[in-house]
């Protein structure tokens, strides 16, 4: 019971006793007790509700502070270089959205674009090793790369880089750049692309897709198709390949082949006047190459 309601119930008892009136003090107790259950009742509920709250407060915390530990983990490399992933795209309709234009708003940042010697190409900015940021290519494109490698990122930062290494088991090349090269203000604004098994696994013949490049400029040229084949061989590549029917420009070589949710499939290539595309599998280039932590 309240020191409230403690003080009106003794001091109506007090008044009923000093005037006599024995039946008008039965009926305000009753009254007192029906006042003094009310408000326990009303107490009991403000509590469980205080409870409840408080309760859905910590589990929210928890939640998100689990979310934040798990993002920190994909996405951190050493100290001091942190690359959000991308998200998957989410669009409501499809089929009748405009896919490729929505990889670009939404995920434009994971793009990069290449200049070797007199060859332009592009890349994908794919995962973070140590304190270097390593970008997926095609092995054409640094043909006369020399010593350096410009890479050009979203935001029209350009820096030099001179790790790289191409493999001769298919048109891919990594080129890794140093992360303090780069200005926070620019890595704020980088993506890692978005890989995951089962998108792999899913990449099949018939399935819509999108094809990425940096031609014009990083992340500049998207374009919706359809994959052809999964896994072909290709005579002149001497190798298992994916082939796509998507529109493809010069410059789009070591562009990104993603599925209509944005996860990265595969490296492009070449591609030829019909509009056809040959495009390096992802799960080529991961059993070649130990890239760290790529897999969700």
């Known amino acids: ?13 007090f008044l009923c006793g000093f005037l006599g009136l024995q039946a008008g003090c039965g ?21 469980e509700a205080e409870y409840r709250e408080e309760a859905e407060c910590r589990e929210e915390a928890g939640h998100d502070s689990g979310q934040e530990d798990k993002e920190r983990q994909d996405t951190e490399g050493a100290p001091g270089v942190f690359l959000r992933r991308m998200e998957p795209l989410e669009a409501k309709d499809p089929d009748n959205e405009n896919l490729a234009d929505m990889l670009q708003r939404s995920a434009g940042g994971m793009m990069v674009q290449l200049q070797a010697g007199s060859l332009l190409g592009s890349g994908v900015l794919c995962g973070v090793e140590e304190d270097r940021l390593l970008i997926l290519t095609a092995a054409h494109v640094l043909e006369e790369a020399g010593a350096s490698v410009q890479v050009t990122f979203f935001d029209g930062v350009c820096v030099s880089a001179d790790d790289f290494e191409c493999f001769e088991s298919g048109d891919f090349a990594v080129v890794r750049v140093n992360g303090v090269d780069v200005p926070e203000e620019t890595l704020a604004q980088c993506l890692l692309a978005s890989l995951d098994q089962d998108s792999l696994d899913a990449a099949v013949s018939g399935q819509g897709c999108i094809v990425m490049g940096s031609r014009s400029g990083v992340a500049a040229e998207a374009y919706e198709g359809v994959i052809l084949d999964h896994w072909i061989f290709m005579e002149e590549y001497g190798q298992y390949m994916m082939w796509v029917k998507a529109e493809g420009k010069q410059g789009m070589s070591g562009g990104g082949l993603f599925d209509r949710q944005g996860h990265f499939l595969g490296i492009i290539s070449g591609g030829n006047e019909d509009g056809e595309l040959a495009v390096v599998p992802l799960s080529l280039i991961l059993a070649e190459v130990e890239l760290l932590n790529l897999l969700n």
Do not use: D, N
Not at 1 to 13: A, C, D, E, H, P
Not at 27 to 47: D, I, K, N
């Open 27 to 47: 009926s305000r107790e009753e009254a007192g007790s029906r006042e003094e259950a009310e408000y326990r009742e009303e107490a009991e509920c403000r509590e």
């Open 1 to 13: 019971m309240g020191v409230g309601v403690k003080i009106r119930f003794w001091s109506m008892l």
